[in-house]
Structures are given as C-alpha cells and as structure tokens.
C-alpha cells in the first residue's frame, strides 16, 4: 500500500535507497550500458526540439545560483585538470580557422585597450616586472642594488651614469654559455658587446676598424658584381654615402666578400649578414664594409676606442 503522507513517502524511499545503494547503482549501471544508444538518440532529439526552451531555463538557474554554479564548476575545474586540457586540445584542433579568426578580431577590436592596460599594470607593478626578469639570471632585487652600489650606479664600460629613462636603464650582462653574471651594463654597451657575440677578439678588431682614417674607393669598375642589386640599392648608396655601386662593389672584392671584423661571409639571404657601409660619423669618411650587427654594435659602442677598450677589459675580467 503507497503512503498517503508524502513526507513519510519520502524518507522510507531514502531509507530503501541507503540500505541498497550499490544494488541499485549497479542495477542502473547495466541498464544504462545495455540502452546507452537509445538514450542518446532520445536525449539529442529531446534537445534538438527544445532546444529553446533548455537553454532558457539554464540561464534563470544560472541566474538565481550564480555564486553556487561558479563554486561548482572552478571545483570541477580543480578536481578535472588532465580532462580539461584533454578536452580543450581537442577543441583546438577541431575549431583552429575559427579561433584564429576570432582572436584576429578581438585583438583588432580591443588592440589600445589590452596595450594601455599593460602600460598601467607596468607602470604600478614595478617591482613584481622587474622580479620576473631578474630570476633570469637568478637574481633577486637586493642582489641587483648590491651590484648597482658596487658600481658607484654607473656603466660598467662607458662609465655613464645609471637613469630610469632608455638607453641608460641598467642592464644584466651575463655570459651565453655558463649565464654567469659579469655586472650591470647600460642598454647600449650591452647590446653592442652582444652584437659582437662577446667575443674578445672580434672587439679587439673592431678597436683597429674604428682606428682607419679612410679607405681607398676607386671609381673605376675592377670587377663582376658579386651581387644582383636594384635601383633603390643604388640610389640610398649615393644618397646616404656618396658612392656608385662600382666603388661599393670593388670594396666587397679588397674585403674578399667578408666582413671586415667578424670575417663572416656577405650574404643577402640572411638581414644580419647584409654588407653595411661603415663610415665614421664625425668626418663622414667611408671605413668600409661591415655586416649589419658589427656595424650596429660599433654604433651602439659610439665608435668610441676609450669604450670598446672598456668593453675588451670588461670581457677579460669577468
């Protein structure tokens, strides 16, 4: 005989369900295994006709839960990490136009907005920026300050004084292969000896380069060009120096095709290693052929002989 109080209904079902749990969830387990095809099918089509109906009924439950339902699902999250990186993969792979375009969008849409957000972030997060790029080299912001009084806050090549603006922001110089740290040098030493791959000898070369008065440009053509230039090539070559591709041309043949410092071989195919024409920039007079990090890292270093000195010694010690 069913119970004609409800609530009494109720707790005898729960007491039944308590008493045969694993019964029961077995029992279910095997019917569902059996009619899983079934069910599906039932429930796609269930949804595909209510479709409506569902997705409104989630959004007035989300609605009125919404702390529970966020609670639930970072829970979920927490307790599910492999399956939700299982899950998004899969994503990824099946929607990858669809993601793409839409991040092309949204980062159009909202390019000032992120760029701003940054700037600000930057700007009142100082220390926690800089903490991320110190442990880098292992360091920590105390280890910095000590190095930065050890140097009487100053370049440790060019002697200049140490400010928050650029170029003279203080820099970590360390060592490519063993990452040790050798000191703090201003942007523009530190790039300039890592042009130079921080080898000794290619400074010491750059050291005599800066040293040459001018060299001897003939303006007859001696030999077949080397290369195939355009007319652009030709006219930033008179327009910037002065000189013909001939007299461009027969300084590649003296210099054997190689740059005059790092005796790397000139070659189009590769931006770094594009003959530059080195000059000095106080008499305007033309060095010769340098491939473009040597001659951005002589630049860098102020065709300075006193700071390319610096730079030799710097390297010795450290």
């Known amino acids: 005989m069913p119970y004609k109080d409800k609530n009494i209904a109720k707790i005898k079902k729960r007491e039944y369900y308590l008493t045969n749990k694993t019964s029961l969830l077995a029992s279910s387990k095997e019917i569902y295994q059996k009619k899983k095809e079934n069910i599906r099918k039932r429930c796609k089509k269930y949804y595909e006709n209510n479709k409506d109906i569902i997705n409104e009924k ?14 639930n699902q970072q829970n979920w999250n ?20 669809e993601i793409q375009k839409y991040n092309k969008k949204h980062r159009n849409l909202l390019k000032d907005y992120y760029n701003n957000y940054k700037k600000k972030w930057r700007h009142n997060n100082k220390d926690k920026t800089k903490n991320g790029k110190l442990k880098k080299y292992g360091l920590t912001i105390e280890k910095f300050n000590n190095l930065l009084q050890n140097q009487n806050y100053e370049c440790g090549i060019c002697k200049k004084k140490f400010k928050d603006s650029y170029p003279l922001q203080p820099c970590v110089d360390h060592d490519h292969k063993t990452n040790v740290v050798r000191g703090l040098l201003c942007h523009n030493c530190n790039s300039g000896i890592g042009g130079l791959h921080d080898n000794v000898e290619y400074i010491i070369c750059a050291l005599k380069w800066i040293k040459v008065v001018k060299a001897d440009i003939s303006k007859e053509s001696l030999h077949a060009p080397l290369f ?10 008179k327009r910037d120096h002065n000189i013909t591709i001939e007299q461009f041309n027969n300084m590649l043949f003296k210099q054997e095709g190689k740059c005059a410092i790092c005796s790397k071989i000139f070659t189009y195919e590769k931006c770094s290693l594009n003959p530059c024409v080195d000059h000095n920039h ?37």
Do not use: P, V
């Open 58 to 71: 989630r959004k007035e439950k989300f609605k009125l839960n919404r702390e529970k339902e966020y609670r």
């Open 282 to 318: 106080k008499t305007g007079n033309i060095r010769g052929l340098l491939c473009r990090k040597c001659n951005i890292s002589i630049g860098l270093l102020n065709d300075s002989s006193f700071i390319i000195q610096n730079a030799i010694n710097w390297l010795k010690e450290k």
């Open 228 to 237: 195939s230039y355009n007319k652009s090539k030709k006219y930033h070559l």
């Open 78 to 97: 927490d307790n599910n990490k492999d399956k939700l990186k299982k899950i998004k993969k899969k994503y990824k792979i099946a929607h990858k136009d």
